[in-house]
């Protein structure tokens, strides 16, 4: 026989218990509801996904049936930049004759290495606009050039390889993609990147995962973020790209697939419509856009281009107004360079080490004097932490609210792993069991930063008075060794596969660029050697899981080019292009 149990409201045992069943419903409520949120937000974005994947492998066929990879269009991308330029100058070459040459060399890299997410279908028009004008537009009138896809193109997406960012076109052009029209460029593809940016890495899930052009049989990474553009260039699908640079982005693409880049000091290139997606109000650490191509010359014709013409100001008045400086560049004087070719908390490899050697014998055969320079001491600044946690103010609730619904690639959910973890655990985990393995947790903590350190606004305003201080003795260092440039490594080692990149251990290795992103100091790449394997046995990888990861994967990477990272003072870009230039 069953009794019917009446709650006794006079009772506080049964008041609880009562309390504590309709606490737990609305709890299993918000929950079902949240998952359910969750779950119709990520069917949306997998249809948005399937849609763009579709429409892009049709426009893909139907550019690859059009335009064919004929011999003459070969024999128009291997032109040198400056006779190219004088041909189209001269009308030798139509723009549109140019414009389809590089169009059909990049459909092929595309197919080959994923560089492109779509393309731009106003092109071809501007490229016949461009022919049907009595006298060239500008001095880069009819030359092709990619644009990474943070930038804004009118008509186009921004996806930072979001699905939550698909089919939201642009209503207007980024800043600087309107100057190079201006000058008579003609963008004509957007470029592919890792998700979120957040990332050395190649993949997103939306276009996919970039390879590089070297060894492309290894799938070695391009490096990130500016991946698309670093891949397209080495391809010799574009004459020059728009990259951006917040860490290192646009440098270690550069650097891992053996072309050239040049990061500006903030204010020497218009940033309106450019990483706006990126780490908006983020305060103490600034992206900016930056310039790569097949070498130093292209870079330097653009540039100059560019700072001649003061079109900036016209699209974008935040834009610092120093013309271009002739003198600076050309000037034939003997320089004091600095130099160092590792650092101690993630040493380079053999041949990059050797390669900064090579180059600093190559500028003492041109005159110039070269002294060790050693950066601040790593224990007193910690500066890698310091950039961390500038990047990280927000505890990443930016990056979680990006990455909502948002099917994860290999970095996200590598990165998402690891910020969960709170700071006092790793801090535990790391003293408790750093006897073993685990103490990777604290190793890769300093590499991220979870923005503990500036979490308000106190903390906030201490992080930027302590980068001011770097900056300053960064100063003191320079001027007391009386030096005008710096040479040393980018990145501690070649390009390594691409599931190795993609591994959040790897990106300490970021300190040879992210350092000149802290204090804002241009800094430019150019290939000048090749990784033999030399050396690799005698690697101290003691302890260190991120150096035992980069020492076992480099015996992929025999052939991989390295770069110089040539480094200048603030807003002398001109003396960095210069040097970038002698050691080409």
């Known amino acids: 026989m069953l009794h019917k149990i009446t709650p006794n409201f006079e009772n506080p045992i049964h008041l609880v218990g009562l309390s504590g069943v309709v606490v737990a419903t609305g709890v299993i409520s918000v929950y079902g509801f949240q998952k359910f949120k969750l779950f119709k937000e990520r069917r949306r974005l997998a249809c948005l996904t399937k849609r763009k994947q579709t429409e892009r492998q049709e426009v893909l066929a139907k550019l690859k049936a059009e335009y064919e990879f004929t011999p003459k269009r070969q024999l128009i991308i291997e032109i040198p930049v400056n006779e190219l330029i004088e041909k189209l100058q001269k009308r030798v070459l139509s723009a549109t004759e140019v414009f389809e040459a590089f169009l059909a060399k990049s459909i092929l890299a595309t197919e080959a290495f994923n560089s492109i997410t779509e393309y731009i279908p106003q092109a071809l028009e501007w490229a016949k606009m461009l022919d049907a004008l009595p006298n060239p537009k500008g001095p880069l009138h009819g030359l092709p050039f990619c644009v990474k896809d943070d930038y804004d193109v009118k008509g186009m997406d921004t996806t930072l390889g979001l699905a939550k960012y698909l089919y939201q076109p642009a209503e207007d052009s980024a800043a600087l993609v309107k100057v190079l029209r201006d000058l008579g460029g003609v963008p004509f593809c957007k470029t592919n990147l890792p998700q979120t940016l957040f990332s050395i890495g190649s993949e997103n899930p939306v276009f996919g995962t970039v390879v590089n052009p070297h060894f492309p049989e290894r799938r070695m990474g391009p490096g990130g973020s500016s991946s698309g553009t670093g891949s397209l260039i080495a391809a010799g699908g574009t004459v020059f790209g728009l990259g951006s640079d917040t860490g290192g982005s646009g440098r270690i693409p550069a650097h891992m697939c053996g072309i050239s880049s040049l990061k500006p000091t903030i204010g020497r290139f218009c940033k309106r419509g450019a990483g706006s997606k990126v780490l908006p109000g983020c305060v103490g650490l600034y992206g900016t856009p930056s310039l790569m191509a097949p070498s130093p010359q292209h870079l330097s014709t653009v540039f100059k281009s560019i700072m001649e013409s003061n079109l900036q100001r016209k699209y974008d008045g935040t834009v610092v107004p120093i013309p271009w400086n002739t003198k600076m560049y050309t000037s034939n004087n003997s320089l004091r360079i600095g ?57 990443w609730a930016f990056f979680e609210k990006i990455c909502y619904g948002e099917v994860a690639s290999q970095a996200t959910r590598h990165f998402s792993k690891h910020i969960k973890y709170s700071h006092w655990m790793r801090k535990f985990i790391s003293t408790v069991f750093g006897w073993i393995p685990l103490s990777k947790f604290q190793e890769i903590s300093e590499s991220f930063g979870v923005g503990f350190d500036a979490d308000t606004g106190v903390k906030l305003w201490k992080c930027v008075e302590k980068r ?43 300190c040879y660029t992210c350092f000149w992103n802290l204090v804002d100091f241009p800094a430019g790449i150019v290939r000048f050697g090749t990784e033999t394997g030399e050396g690799v046995d005698k690697y101290d990888d003691k302890r260190k899981i991120f150096l035992q990861i980069a020492k076992k994967g ?14 200048g003072k603030k807003f002398e870009e001109e003396i960095v292009l210069r040097i970038l230039n002698e050691l080409d």
């Open 339 to 395: 130099y160092y070719t590792s650092l101690p908390m993630f040493p380079a490899f053999d041949s990059t080490q050797k390669t900064v050697l090579h180059a600093k014998a190559a500028l003492e055969a041109n005159g110039h004097t070269l002294v060790p320079f050693e950066l601040p001491s790593v224990e007193e600044t910690q500066w890698l932490k310091l950039f961390g946690d500038l990047r990280a103010a927000d505890h």
């Open 554 to 567: 480099i015996s992929h990477s025999i052939g991989m080019p390295i770069g110089v990272q040539v480094v």
């Open 468 to 510: 001011d201080a770097l900056v300053d003795k960064v100063l003191s260092a320079i001027d007391t060794l009386k030096l005008d440039v710096i040479i040393c490594p980018a990145y501690p080692f070649p390009s390594l596969k691409i599931e190795d990149l993609h591994k959040p251990e790897m990106f300490g290795a970021t």
